[in-house]
């Protein structure tokens, strides 16, 4: 069973850096595609990055974060630069299928708490 934890959220001031990462146990074949999602409150969840059968950023955050994959350590890390008050959420770490990704029919980490201030 695979088991994904994510690590890195905080407290940052606009225009500063944080890098997330995903850590990744059990068998994570490089078919499956990795994903980072974020939710505000009362707001959806929506796909931030996803990596492997394509990449792909929201364009909310292309040219800020940048998304990698390191298969040798099972490992997914979000860089996020320049970061802005509405970028604050809970970040989400997600595996699955690459027709799967953002559904139930994957596997999620429990998320980190992300926060910018202005």
């Known amino acids: 069973q695979v088991q994904l934890v994510e690590s890195g959220g905080g407290l940052v001031q606009a225009g500063g850096s944080l890098r997330l990462s995903c850590a990744v146990s059990?068998?994570?074949?490089?078919?499956?595609?990795m994903g980072w999602h974020r939710q505000a409150p009362g707001k959806e969840r929506e796909l931030v990055a996803r990596v492997g059968s394509l990449t792909k950023y929201a364009d909310s955050v292309k040219g800020r974060f940048t998304i990698s994959r390191d298969n040798d350590k099972n490992t997914v890390y979000l860089q996020m630069n320049n970061l802005k008050p509405e970028d604050t959420a809970v970040y989400y770490c997600?595996?699955?299928?690459?027709?799967?990704?953002?559904?139930?029919?994957?596997?999620w980490g429990q998320g980190t708490q992300v926060t910018v201030s202005s």
């Open positions: 997600n595996a699955a299928h690459p027709q799967y990704l953002g559904t139930d029919q994957g596997a």
């Open positions: 059990g068998i994570l074949s490089s078919l499956v595609d």
